[in-house]
């Protein structure tokens, strides 16, 4: 990794949104390529998050990064590593908003990822100093990931959690704040169902969050996986392989309409089994559900 360059708020290069929120950091360490973009979406989720939450906020980075827009996270396993995954999968761009000074790496096990990232385009950003680490600074990190960002996703919430503290700095700034339902059963993502019934908008396809930032026009359904697409995007990098649990669901299901019931005894899975795996596939745009309880495949291909 090329030495970090040291911006404070008097150097024209010093990221314009940070600049503009309230109590910015006093000079940032940077390595990597531009900080600057037109548009920027973070996404955030839990550390211990299900396989399928990584696939769709892996996906979804793929996506946004495809059409030019910078992925925003804070560099933890789980959600915030598929994601900026997700967007170098694409060739775009991701940045990592550290919760450490330049000189220590949390987590060690994602230095190689970190080091991929400060080579550009993408871009690592330590708001503090060069040494520090302490678990408040996480939180503090947060703020200044959501100052970095037009809009925020959060893909699977606990609570407490860091991806919850996330959502509360959304809120209290007044960005968009988007939140993928977690199953009822998942009790330790019920951080996500509070958000929603605060207020924050649901996020059941790519389409609503790609309208929001303009880019409706560009956003086309693909045929090999059923998820939304962008015409001329990059060949993405395949996500992560289907659970046992997902892949016997979708072999159990056809181009037409299917009971829940039906499904479970063909994949000889348990109904809480099944309905989990319909709800991760369904969230993926692989399934469809329609009438309720009913659900079948977007194309006739199997993954």
Known sequence: MAPPVQLTLLD???PSRL?????PPASIMVSGGTIEAART?????????TPGAKRFAHELAA???????VVVSGGAHGVDEAAHRGAMSSNGRTW???GTGHKRCFPKKNRALFDEIAQGPGAMIWPFGEAFSAPSAFLTRNRYLVGMSDAVVVVQAGQPSGALNAAVWAQRTSKPLWVVAAAPWLRRFDGSGRLLDEGALPLRSFAPLFESLGLRAQIRPRSDCGADALPGAPALQPPPPLSDHESATLRATSPKPRHTDA??????LSPQATTAALL???LENVLVEG????????DAHNR
């Open 41 to 49: 979406v973070a996404i955030v989720g839990s550390r211990a998050a």
């Open 19 to 23: 600049r503009n929120i309230e109590r």
């Open 63 to 69: 996506m946004l990064a495809a059409a030019d827009v």
């Open 96 to 98: 990592v908003v550290a």
């Open 263 to 268: 499904i479970a005894e063909d994949a000889g």
């Open 280 to 282: 991760t596939l369904a």
């Open 291 to 298: 009438p309720p309880g009913f659900f079948r495949r977007r």
């Open 12 to 14: 024209p290069r010093y």
